[in-house]
């Protein structure tokens, strides 16, 4: 079965030759992204290949290599070791990466989200206005839970957002973000906030052989009322009912940054009998996602599957671990799109959602300066794989 980018129109000229770099911490991710352009580049056919506006189309490699060197202090700055003059640059970073240290007065410190965003704009800052554009990909948008003031307080998100284009950003492409409304901070240029529901369905169906999709078997869930369009969207989509839980908090005090949950109620219909995919943006400690799992189990739901964004995991994997040896949970589903511990990748309970190849597909298109709506809305590709499994003809 042939490949669907070969069926993408991508004959026109490209805005210029591209470039991928990715800041440390999201070379793992990138590497995969650069096998499938590398590939499909080398297999696509265009009369134009051989001229000047198409120089450097074929390559083996698309990565420009970049170094942040550190001083004994902590400090650092950005370095670019090859030509970008004219390039269409494509900047990946998970601000999440934890994993990763340097030497602080010599001790060993670990990268912060602060940090990671620091690295970025040292990058962006060494090239110096010398690239025909630069599109950031930002799969977990930084400070994106600061997003809105409610009280004498910093909007930490839409200062970075307006920092990247004063500083030459052209596009921000981020997934699943937590509020879309912060782009009203940056009205004149290129946001998009990508969902990744195509790969959770594609996820669940690919690992789970006996799913009744349709409204007497099956309901997708929102957490909370954030995540409402979330919910709604997969749930129209797929063609099944939905139901929200909305959390009552005790507003007279704050515990670590935020109000106290008193509470979950439940509004929808009755989930007797049926599996149920909560969808969420991301799993902090996951102990909202737990506790409404526990809630929908005593509402006598049968599996309980989880499909989230951002797989953040902050208060270790134990409590996932209880819940699945309990029954609470059926499967928990995250992207790739930010750093995976290694023990989670063994996790019996866990699926993982790999979004390279979509990237990938964002970025060639891009790069011919195409539009993406066609991957913004992956409708037709998710009533198609829902039909291909209901036939039998998924492995």
Not at 318 to 327: H, P
Not at 344 to 357: G, R
């Amino acid at each position: 079965m042939p490949v669907r980018e070969e069926k993408r129109n991508l004959n026109s000229i490209p805005v210029g030759s591209l470039g991928i770099i990715p800041l440390k911490g999201c070379q793992q991710l990138a590497d995969k992204v650069d096998e499938y352009l590398v590939k499909w580049r080398a297999e696509r056919e265009s009369e134009h290949k051989d001229s000047l506006a198409f120089a450097g189309y074929q390559r083996n490699s698309y990565i420009i290599q970049t170094r942040v060197p550190r001083f004994g202090t902590g400090e650092a700055k950005g370095e670019i070791l090859e030509s970008v003059r004219g390039d269409d640059l494509y900047l990946l970073v998970d601000v999440t990466n934890h994993s990763l240290t340097y030497s602080l007065c010599g001790h060993e410190n670990h990268m912060s989200p602060d940090d990671h965003y620091q690295d970025l704009k040292r990058i962006i800052a060494a090239v110096g206005g010398k690239s025909r554009r630069i599109t950031v990909i930002m799969p977990f948008l930084y400070e994106s839970r600061q997003h809105k003031r409610n009280s004498r307080e910093s909007l930490d998100c839409a200062l970075a957002l307006q920092e990247m284009v004063r500083m030459g950003v052209d596009n921000i492409i981020t997934f699943d973000a937590h509020d879309p409304r912060v782009q009203n901070a940056i009205p004149l240029n290129g946001f998009e906030t990508v969902s990744p529901t195509y790969q959770f369905v594609k996820g669940l169906l690919n690992h789970i052989p006996d799913l009744k999709i349709d409204t007497e078997h099956m309901m997708i869930i929102s957490p909370d009322e954030g995540g409402m369009s979330r919910a709604i969207y997969m749930a129209n989509v797929m063609g099944l009912d939905m139901g929200m839980f909305y959390k009552r908090r005790d507003y007279t005090k704050v515990v670590n940054g935020r109000n106290p949950i008193v509470a979950h109620e439940f509004l929808g219909s009755s989930v007797k009998g049926k599996d149920v995919i909560i969808v969420d943006d991301m799993i902090s400690s996951g102990e909202s996602v737990l506790e409404v799992a526990t809630f929908l189990k005593r509402r006598k739901a049968n599996r309980i599957f989880v499909a989230s964004t951002f797989g953040l995991f902050t208060g270790g994997l134990e409590k996932f671990d209880e819940a699945y040896k309990k029954g609470l949970i059926c499967r928990v589903l995250t992207t790739n799109l930010i750093y995976q511990q290694p023990e989670l990748l063994q996790k019996e309970w866990y699926i993982s959602c790999d979004m390279s190849k979509y990237i990938a597909y964002i970025i060639d298109t891009l790069n011919h300066d195409s539009s993406i709506s066609d991957l913004l809305n992956p409708n037709d590709r998710i009533h198609t794989i829902i039909g291909r499994y209901n036939n039998g003809e998924l492995a």
